[in-house]
């Protein structure tokens, strides 16, 4: 209790009281609330109209400006069926440039809705129709991908009905949409980050901290005083300036899902924020994932999982006992949550945990791996990647990458991370890696975007996330996830490709391989029908979600041809994630981090799939 | 629901459990398997089969393992209970419904030669997370399932395969009016990284208290432009109240990013004030030191030859989230005597502040604190010979801003 208080009394304070007091607010200040039942509005059918407007909504009773869709925020729930052919009338009330991009659908490119991409944009007042078959099910979402609309509200949930029975049984449903929303406008937010490094974080280390014996210890704070890097760096922005909302609503609404004891409920959960990674649980219930990015997945019974900004995960749940329980969407810096209620009956509340600890970054989301391996020469190893390591020429008691540490992430066979071929491991005890060393990888282009590169980085998909190492409970991990279907291509990748996520956070830059956008037009290529394996190394310490337009790809998780499917992917701070995908869908696609201010600073680029011999 | 629990006990052993070894082992086989339909139904899901301890251990604490144990754990006896260690690790699942023996069994299993024609999905299996009770529709793929013992999908690595050449048109523009494309495309690429912004600052803007008169001092600096190229001006001086300005000029320069946390500058620099009315040309750095020293060091050559060089530096100590201690130092030097300015040649002179800071909001922080200023050598001989003294502290108030 006494943390809570200290930090009730720090946000109160100052700038920050009313955000920190959404995020954690007393005892006295739940008890009116009574709950907002009302479901995201539903559009559905054959011609399905949009409106794009400029308009207010409350929050937590403050009235503040947004972009929604049909006069809602989020934007009204499309429910399609699949085998239709969606037909969507946008009309664009704004005075500036607008559109909608459907994430996660497989459709014709010219139909994905990314401004200067896959076609002009809707100018202002005036009409596109988009018009496309239905080909998936499942749970997705949409949202303007023009300037930094998105943040205002432009953002909605598709729900997709499968043509025939649905695998997942279930009683009741839910769509839960996760979002962030600032008074401040995102203009504004976007040029504080750029003129002032750390603008929104109110969780620095501190002298009083210190003192106090919190946080690091003065030689590791000198150490990374050193390097330049602060490890309460988490979050851009965060509680301090955003409401985390469920459904539009502030923790203090308490949007509120109904259920009967007994009852299969399925929570379609979407997280449509801008920038900010959620941690959610229902404490009292666990949760059975069976669901991510669209697409069904092996049931997994978790206690709490990451979502990235523009993923979505569906979990079954099944509350038994006649009570409320509350649904927690923890930022993952811990600056504050997004709160709703599940409950028999509207106006009851359950307890609203405190936030917990904020987590500070470690070596290894600088880049470093694991700075305890006991050593042992990583040349030696046979990388012939990881199908086959059971047939590997090891010796028992060979001190080079058993399976098991490899399991572990302690070592990384060839194939997951580029970076680490040519790394020598042998030298053991120095360990002294610069933090910008460019031959570590040579692609990157020598720039004042670059501010580190990651010295060792390793594959973090087996692990759940920054702060979540030791909650005490289950959290799902990437490595928890096997696609409930066989993959439809089980083809090897017929070459691999490495793209290093870079960026300053001192200068609020961010880039691939050191490139903005802005500063490189050249597509990323790829010939229709081949199969790549993607290398996607962070030599940042923040999460990258990694959204790749028009296609699924399958993460190399270890699970053969049951490989999961995604359409968006969080790379951990400091280590890779790898992807092969089949490069069906013809045409020119986004390919960005959904972090939307980083997608604005640069960390972006167009992905051209064409016929062998096209466009040269 | 038996079912469901079964197939959960098989997937907390695929997650953490399965040794690479195993993991190598014919997944192909996956959708082979008849379908035990663990049919969807509205009662409720049974309670976990794995007990939360063990999925604990296995998620958090696996880097804290001594290695040593690990390793030789594939030589332990296939048929060990569930040793402790590996229920952590989750390599085996203490009871529930694998037995210890099946999970720590698998390495020696010899799923290689599991035969393909044996349709059905064997308990142990299933445990493992090697194929899973079929739910959906029927398996895309299921009839190339027979084929293989090998490795397939993601665990196959990728070929050495070069990259096609990037294509030299647009797909859009086969669609869409190319112009219009042209113009959105250029809006795209402008919008994602190449910003401009105007920036204005004042670290110092500050009443001085001390003997004698009391005086004011400012210190800002305002830019505008991209990430890299920028039009910085900078502006700093000072006076006494009922005398005027004692001293000020003003720089005008380019300014571009050299590295991750530096930017260099040259220009202009153009006094004002009772003494000369000097212009020099300027070159000097601005940016991050390790430690978070904010530092900025620059050089000056006037119009009459002299050769001025300063160099100055603060460090943010956080009291608290908002309460911040700020020492600060400048060092002015001289390569010669400027008798008309006052300036004697090497160190000139010095000041050592220290200002304690409250932010209000990140851009508004009013300050109290004090500052100690020393001239030396011929400055000081300069100075009092002027009448003034060669040495003061003041006490400051103020506020630094920005916008």
């Not at chain 1, 070596?363 to 990881?386: L, P």
């Amino acid at each position: 209790m006494q943390i809570d208080r200290r930090r009730f009394v720090n946000g109160a304070l100052g700038g920050g009281a009313a955000a920190a007091m959404a995020a954690w607010f007393p005892a006295w200040a739940q008890s009116g609330s009574t709950g907002i039942t009302a479901p995201v509005p539903t559009v559905s059918g054959n011609d399905i109209t949009l409106r794009i407007a400029r308009q207010t909504m409350r929050i937590d009773g403050k009235l503040s400006r947004a972009i929604g869709i049909n006069g809602t925020v989020p934007a009204p729930l499309v429910r399609l069926k699949e085998g239709q052919t969606a037909k969507l009338t946008v009309v664009n009330d704004l005075d500036e440039d607008s559109s909608i991009h459907w994430h996660g659908l497989i459709l014709p490119f010219q139909m994905d809705g990314v401004p200067g991409v896959s076609f002009p944009g809707i100018k202002p007042r005036s009409t596109f129709t988009y018009e496309f078959p239905v080909v998936q099910s499942g749970t997705y979402w949409y949202h303007s991908h023009s300037g930094l609309q998105e943040q205002l509200g432009h953002y909605g949930p598709i729900v997709i009905d499968p043509a025939g029975t649905d695998p997942i049984g279930y009683d009741r449903e839910h769509v839960v949409v996760l979002s962030d929303h600032s008074q401040i406008s995102p203009e504004a937010i976007f040029r504080k980050l750029k003129v002032n490094p750390g603008h929104f974080n109110m969780q620095r280390q501190t002298l009083s901290g210190l003192l106090a014996g919190k946080d690091q210890s003065l030689a590791e704070r000198i150490d990374w005083g050193k390097m330049r890097m602060d490890p309460t760096d988490v979050a851009d922005v965060n509680g301090s300036t955003y409401t985390f909302l469920v459904n539009g609503h502030g923790p203090r609404d308490n949007w509120t899902a109904l259920f009967n004891p007994g009852e299969r409920v399925r929570l379609r959960i979407i997280n449509a924020s801008a920038m900010t990674i959620f941690n959610v649980r229902i404490p009292g219930l666990r949760m059975t994932v069976v669901q991510a990015d669209g697409l069904n997945v092996v049931p997994t019974e978790i206690d709490e999982f990451q979502i990235a900004v523009a993923e979505t995960y569906d979990v079954i749940v099944t509350p038994v006992e006649d009570r409320a329980y509350t649904l927690v969407a923890e930022a993952n810096d811990r600056s504050g949550m997004g709160r709703a209620t599940l409950a028999p009956r509207v106006g009851m509340i359950a307890e609203v945990p405190p936030l917990r600890e904020r987590p500070l970054a470690t070596m290894k989301d600088m880049g470093m791996g694991n700075m305890d391996m006991s050593g042992g020469s990583m040349a030696g190893m046979d990388h012939s990647g990881g199908s086959d390591m059971g047939a590997m020429p090891m010796p028992a008691g060979d001190p080079s990458c058993a399976p098991e540490h490899a399991k572990m992430g302690h070592c990384t066979p060839a194939g997951d991370s580029g970076a680490m071929a040519g790394m020598d491991h042998g030298s053991g005890g120095g360990m002294q890696h610069s933090m910008r060393d460019f031959s570590v990888a040579p692609q990157v282009k020598r720039d004042p975007s670059v501010q580190t590169i990651s010295p060792m980085p390793v594959d973090r998909m087996g692990e759940p996330g920054q702060g979540l190492e030791d909650v005490g409970h289950k959290v799902l991990t990437y490595h928890d996830l096997v696609a409930l279907e066989r993959n439809p291509d089980v083809r090897a990748a017929s070459r691999s490709l490495d793209i290093h996520l870079t960026g300053n956070m001192e200068r609020f830059m961010w880039s691939f391989d050191g490139v903005k956008m802005s500063d490189y037009h050249e597509p990323i290529p790829f010939i229709e029908g081949e199969r790549v394996r993607i290398n996607l190394i962070n030599d940042s310490m923040m999460s990258h979600p990694i959204h790749l337009h028009g296609h699924f790809f399958e993460l190399v998780t270890g699970k053969g041809d049951r490989s999961p499917r995604k359409h968006t992917v969080l790379v951990q701070p400091g280590g890779t994630a790898s992807f092969d995908f089949t490069a069906d869908a013809l045409g020119d696609w986004a390919f960005h981090c959904h972090l939307l201010y980083h997608m604005h600073a640069g960390m972006m680029r167009v992905v051209s799939v064409r016929p062998k011999g096209d466009g040269e | 629901m038996t079912r469901i629990a079964l197939l959960l006990a098989g997937i907390a052993p695929l997650a953490f459990a399965v040794p690479a070894a195993a993991q190598s082992m014919d997944h192909s086989m996956h959708g082979a398997a008849p379908a035990p339909t663990p049919a969807p139904s509205p009662t409720p899901a049974p309670a976990p089969t794995v007990p939360p301890a063990t999925d604990t251990a296995a998620d958090g604490s696996m880097e804290q393992m001594d290695h040593g144990d690990m390793q030789g754990m594939d030589s332990e006896p296939a048929a060990s209970t569930c040793a402790p260690e590996h229920a952590a690790m989750g390599h085996c699942t203490p009871e529930a419904e694998a037995s210890g023996k099946d999970a720590s069994d698998m390495g020696a299993m010899d799923h290689g030669t599991a035969s393909p024609s044996d349709p059905d999905c064997p308990p142990e299996h299933a445990k493992m997370g090697h194929c899973t009770p079929k739910v959906a529709a029927p398996m895309a793929g299921m009839e190339g399932m027979a084929a293989a013992s090998s490795a397939s999908g993601t665990d196959l690595p990728p070929g050495d395969g070069v990259a096609p050449a990037p294509p030299a048109d647009w797909y859009a523009d086969r669609i869409y009016p190319k112009g219009e494309m042209e113009h959105s495309r250029h809006e795209m690429m402008k919008e994602n990284g190449a910003q401009t912004i105007a920036f204005i600052s004042f670290n110092l803007a500050e009443y001085q208290a001390r003997k004698g008169r009391d005086g004011f001092r400012w210190d800002g600096e305002a830019w505008y432009g991209g990430d890299i190229n920028r039009l910085t001006v900078k502006s700093e001086g000072e006076g006494v109240f009922g005398e005027g300005i004692e001293s000020s000029e003003v720089q005008a320069l380019y300014s571009r990013a050299i590295g991750p946390y530096f930017n260099a500058q040259a220009g202009i620099r153009q006094d004002f004030g009772p003494g000369p009315d000097r212009t020099y040309a300027t070159i000097g750095f601005e940016g991050l030191a390790p430690y978070w020293f904010e530092v900025e060091g620059a050089l000056f050559l006037s119009n009459k030859g002299d050769l001025l060089a300063r160099l100055e530096g603060y460090y943010d100590q956080r009291l608290t989230q908002k309460l911040i201690l700020q020492p600060m130092a400048e060092f002015n030097l001289a390569a010669r005597d400027v008798p008309e300015s006052g300036v004697g040649s090497g160190l000139s002179n010095m000041e050592l502040g220290l200002r304690l800071r409250y932010e209000i909001v990140k851009e508004f922080a009013p300050y109290l604190g004090v500052e100690w200023a020393r001239k030396f050598g011929d400055t000081a001989r300069f100075a009092r010979a002027a009448g003034e003294d060669a040495n003061g502290v003041s006490f400051v108030m103020g506020v630094r801003a920005w916008f």
